[in-house]
């Protein structure tokens, strides 16, 4: 395992079962590889990746699925991996190489002022994926706004400033 290849598809929420099944959100670029899915890697306490086997998974609802791992048979055990991120090795998925990089195309805004116009409005916290449209975070004195990354909205990226200026619809801020 190249520690280069290994990427982050979700997240474990919870516990979800007497049986050790977990309830699970995986990125929307990942989904259509679920179904080849063998081996998923958790952190471990050093850093490092520990391997563990998939028995199953099902699909819950439209971005939530029920996850089985080998070995973790009981609540308790699912318990102690709530809320760890999801990681694959990418060398046995062909086509996720391109669909990982498609899908984290906005990552490099982390961190970007954001202005409406000339105004700011904070910084990018995190790109939210979201399938059909992909948001920004932007936090600003504790508070969140969500903004749709279209063109539409977008003026300009000024990547030497780190700046990213948007003109949003009268209200879009107040929501």
Same mark, same amino acid.
């Given at each position: 395992?190249?520690?280069?290849?290994?990427?982050? #598809?979700?997240?474990?929420?919870?516990?979800?079962?007497?049986?050790?099944?977990?309830?699970?959100? @995986?990125?929307?670029?990942?989904? !259509?590889?679920?179904?080849?899915?063998?081996?998923?890697?958790?952190?471990?306490?050093?850093?490092? =990746?520990?391997?563990? =086997?998939?028995?199953?998974?099902?699909?819950?609802?439209?971005?939530?699925? #029920?996850?089985?791992?080998?070995? #973790?048979?009981?609540?308790?055990?699912?318990?102690?991996?709530?809320?760890?991120?999801?990681?694959?090795?990418?060398?046995? =998925? !062909?086509?996720?190489?391109?669909?990982?990089? !498609?899908?984290?195309?906005?990552?490099?805004?982390?961190?970007?002022?954001?202005?409406?116009?000339?105004?700011?409005?904070?910084?990018?916290?995190?790109?939210?994926?979201?399938?059909?449209?992909?948001?920004?975070?932007?936090?600003?004195?504790?508070?969140?706004?969500?903004?749709?990354?279209?063109?539409?909205?977008?003026?300009?990226?000024?990547?030497?400033?780190?700046?990213? #200026? @948007? !003109?949003?619809?009268?209200?879009?801020?107040?929501?």
């Amino acid at each position: 395992m190249n520690i280069d290849n290994i990427v982050p #598809i979700g997240k474990i929420y919870q516990a979800y079962s007497l049986k050790g099944e977990m309830k699970v959100f @995986f990125e929307a670029f990942f989904i !259509e590889f679920i179904d080849q899915l063998e081996v998923i890697f958790l952190k471990d306490k050093q850093d490092g =990746f520990l391997p563990y =086997f998939v028995e199953t998974v099902v699909i819950r609802n439209d971005m939530t699925f #029920i996850l089985k791992l080998e070995g #973790i048979d009981v609540k308790e055990q699912a318990t102690e991996l709530s809320n760890k991120e999801i990681f694959v090795d990418r060398t046995p =998925f !062909e086509e996720l190489e391109e669909a990982f990089e !498609e899908s984290n195309y906005w990552d490099y805004i982390i961190g970007f002022e954001a202005l409406d116009g000339d105004k700011n409005i904070g910084k990018v916290d995190e790109i939210l994926y979201m399938g059909e449209q992909d948001l920004a975070q932007i936090i600003q004195n504790e508070k969140e706004h969500l903004i749709p990354l279209h063109d539409d909205f977008i003026i300009e990226v000024n990547e030497d400033a780190q700046r990213i #200026i @948007f !003109e949003l619809p009268e209200g879009l801020l107040e929501l």
